[in-house]
C-alpha cells in the first residue's frame, strides 16, 4: 500500500515536494520509484531510489531539477521538484521496486500508489 500526497497547482518556476507512504509490504526492502502520467500519454518513469537511500538515477527529463530521497525510519520517499515546468504536469505516483540502472522502466513495479495531481501552469 502506497499513499501519495504533496501535489496541487504551482507557477511555473515553482516547487513541489511530494511525499510517499508506504505500509503493508516490507517497503524498506524495496528499491521505490517515482512515475507520472500526463492525459493522453503514456506513464513514465522518472527516478528511482536504493533500498538503503545510497543510489538514485533520473531520467533525462528531470535530471537536475528533481531530487528523490527516502526516509525508511517513517516508510516514506520523497520527490523534491524544482524548477517546474508546464510540462511536468501530471498525476505523479510512487511505486516499488524499481531498478536504479533503468529509472524509466514502467513494467518492474508492483505496487502502485493512486497518485497525485501536479499541475503547473500560470
Known amino acids: 500500500h502506497l499513499v501519495e500526497s504533496g501535489g496541487g497547482l504551482v507557477q511555473p518556476g515553482g516547487s513541489l515536494r511530494l511525499s510517499c507512504v508506504g505500509s503493508g509490504f516490507g517497503f524498506d526492502y524495496y528499491h521505490v520509484g517515482w512515475f507520472r502520467q500526463a492525459p493522453g500519454k503514456e506513464r513514465e518513469g522518472l527516478s528511482c531510489?536504493?533500498?538503503?537511500?545510497?543510489?538514485?538515477n533520473y531520467t533525462e527529463p528531470v535530471k537536475g531539477r528533481f531530487t528523490i530521497s527516502r526516509d525508511n525510519a517513517k516508510n516514506s520517499v520523497y520527490l523534491q521538484m524544482n524548477n517546474l515546468k508546464p510540462e511536468d504536469s501530471a498525476t505523479y505516483y510512487c511505486a516499488a521496486p524499481c531498478r536504479v540502472a533503468r529509472p524509466g522502466d514502467v513494467d518492474e513495479p508492483d505496487h502502485w500508489g493512486q497518485g497525485t495531481q501536479v499541475t503547473v501552469s500560470s
Open positions: 531510489i536504493s533500498r538503503s537511500g545510497g543510489r538514485t
